[in-house]
Nanobody
Framework: QVQLVESGGGLEQAGGSLRLSCAASGRTFSSYAMTWFRRAPGKEREFVGGISRSGDSTAYADFVKGRFTISRDDAKNTVYLQMNSLKPEDTAVYYC???????????????????WGQGTQVTVSS
């Protein structure tokens, strides 16, 4: 069992930055690819990006490439989402998800997640 707790959300102006954290419980954190999804008002949850179990590979949705960066610290059982150059359309609830993936891929579906965090709200004002 893995429990995930996100933090770091809030209100930011367009062009600003936020860093989300996702702290995991359990001793098997390094066994999981870690991903971030988001759900904007009135939209379905969508893949934002992810990082492989080893941390050597990352992948991002086109709409965040060059602006968001994902990293992980296995010693702290934590994955991060650094969000720069924020836009109003980035407003959403952001979720981290752990995926027991045996091979790395550049995108994942929400149905593949083994564990979810509760989400953290990010609001970007124009």
């Amino acid at each position: 069992q893995v429990q995930l707790v996100e933090s770091g959300g809030g209100l930011e102006q367009a062009g600003g930055s936020l860093r989300l954290s996702c702290a995991a419980s359990g001793r098997t954190f390094s066994s999981y690819a870690m991903t971030w999804f988001r759900r904007a008002p009135g939209k379905e949850r969508e893949f934002v990006g992810g990082i492989s179990r080893s941390g050597d590979s990352t992948a991002y949705a086109d709409f965040v490439k060059g602006r968001f960066t994902i990293s992980r610290d296995d010693a702290k059982n934590t994955v991060y989402l650094q969000m720069n150059s924020l836009k109003p359309e980035d407003t959403a609830v952001y979720y981290c998800a752990a995926i027991l993936a045996y091979s790395w891929r550049t995108t994942y579906r929400e149905g593949e997640a083994n564990y979810w965090g509760q989400g953290t709200q990010v609001t970007v004002s124009s």
